[in-house]
């Protein structure tokens, strides 16, 4: 009886569901995403327990762990780990103080992931103040031979697009350790690239250029770099001892965490949405990316819970070691053409969690955005009107070559640096209700584009 009536209960909610428009089952996404509060227990189990997640890291691990769970308590019909091979770099001691003419200053400062160390005696030498590679290719080797090379350019803060003026500045972090090396230096300190001015270190990976000696590479606080600016003009002669004990070890392997709904008439064309897992050492990863992984367990909880059947098959994908070497991203597409899959369209949320604006849509012609853009209509409810041309994600932009539809979720970003790949970045730093109408837009997008086949 009892399996009769809940038979029952479910063929009546998906009839609730196929009868009802499609500007309504937007509206239940949105009030249930409102007023359910499982994603916003995801989030804070996510900071508080597994804090640190760098790939490689057992708190990585346990958060593989965790959001498994969270996939089957959802309503998936599948769950699985994907084998990815990872870095396993760990921070060790730091201290950076300089010592002048007025006096010794310590520096709060952070190394770079990948960065290799100055083990544990450090280094100790003057320091050179540059703002960009041309700068120091005219001051050249007489200069900067066994010096620590300082970058020093802030953020550009009259651009708009705080993700533009962040890539104006973030070379000096990727690169700058390798463009200083050509030069004989023995280490180089970063202005952290960030548009705020307050005293956390915004970590990020370090890049290294092949048949070039790796020297240590660490982020100051933008508040030092000034402070530390101002000192060097005042002596010249200044000397910086600075200690960044980290170190790199043999790679290991972690996981993708995948869960899917299958479709109920294409179940061998995916839809895929989807963050990532990991968080750099130093953070609790709320903003970059765990909010992007809990949005992504919620389309599946949303789906699962308001009945409704997906004609193609949605995937929520916890990716891992974007930060590092984005060996995830790769390993998943990598799956995807080893099994024949159909990859319809992947949606990334990597932009931290404030009130959606829209979205953004690339690997797409004319036509197929002219379509998308239609779609605006269902959203200006809800205050999101940007669906703009170009888009994607570092985690899906592996599925361009089989023709995939990019999707970027695009929220407010004017205080995302505050934020990002830095000890601001906590559970506190979140606002629920504008990180679960991200939520809701995601999934009521991804419905959308499967009910119209777009
Ligand atoms: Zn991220």
Not at 65 to 76: D, S, V
Not at 130 to 140: K, P
Not at 234 to 250: A, G, K, P, T
Request: net charge negative; aromatic share 10%; charged share 20%.
């Amino acid at each position: 009886m009892r399996f009769i009536i809940t038979v029952f209960f479910s063929l009546s909610l998906i009839l609730t569901t196929f009868s009802q428009e499609p500007e309504e089952v937007v509206k239940s996404i949105f009030n249930n995403a409102l007023t359910d509060n499982t994603a916003e227990e995801h989030l804070l189990y996510l900071c508080k327990n597994t804090k640190g997640r760098i790939a490689g890291s057992e708190q990585a691990l346990h958060a593989v762990r965790y959001t498994m769970n969270a996939l089957i308590e959802a309503g998936a019909d599948t769950v699985w780990l994907q084998e990815v091979p990872v870095p396993h770099w760990e921070r060790g001691n730091e201290l950076a103080v300089l010592r002048s003419r007025l006096g010794a200053l310590e520096l709060t400062i952070s190394a770079l992931g990948l960065s290799v160390g100055t083990g544990p005696a450090g280094v100790n030498a003057r320091v050179v103040e540059v703002h960009n590679f041309e700068q120091l290719d005219e001051i050249g080797r007489d200069v900067i031979y066994e010096k620590i090379v300082f970058f020093n350019r802030p953020v550009d803060n009259t651009i708009i697009n705080t993700f533009s003026g962040y890539a104006g500045a973030v070379d000096q972090r990727i690169s700058g350790a390798s463009e200083a090396a050509k030069y004989g230096a023995l280490a180089v300190i970063v202005r952290s690239p960030t548009q705020a001015m307050h005293d956390f270190v915004h970590t990020g990976v370090v890049r290294y250029k092949d048949n070039i000696p790796r020297i240590p590479a660490v982020c100051v606080s933008p508040h030092d770099a000034e402070i530390l600016s101002r000192w060097l003009k005042n002596d010249s002669q200044s000397m910086l001892h600075l200690v960044s004990d980290c170190r790199n070890y043999d790679d290991t392997i972690s996981y993708n965490v995948v869960g899917e709904i299958r479709g109920s008439e294409k179940p061998g064309e995916y839809i895929t949405v989807g963050g990532h897992l990991d968080a750099w050492d130093i953070c609790e990863g709320a903003h970059d990316d765990g909010g992007g992984c809990v949005q992504s367990i919620e389309t599946i909880r949303l789906f699962h819970e308001l009945g409704i059947k997906p004609h193609r098959t949605v995937r929520a994908v916890m990716f891992m070691n974007e930060e590092m070497t984005s060996t995830g991203g790769q390993v998943y597409a990598a799956e995807a053409e080893k099994n024949n899959e159909i990859h319809y369209a992947a949606l990334e949320s990597d932009r931290g969690l404030m009130s959606p604006l829209g979205f953004g849509f690339g690997n797409a012609d004319d036509k197929r955005l002219k379509k998308l853009f239609q779609l605006e209509k269902y959203f200006k409810p809800y205050g999101i009107r940007y669906f703009e041309r170009g888009g994607g994600g570092s985690d899906i932009s592996p599925l361009s070559k089989f023709n995939t539809l990019q999707i970027g979720y695009i929220p407010e970003t004017q205080r995302y640096f505050w934020f990002h790949h830095s000890a601001n970045d906590t559970f506190e730093q979140v606002n629920i209700r504008e990180m679960q109408l991200g939520s809701a837009a995601i999934a009521s997008l991804i419905y959308l584009i499967d009910l119209y086949d777009l």
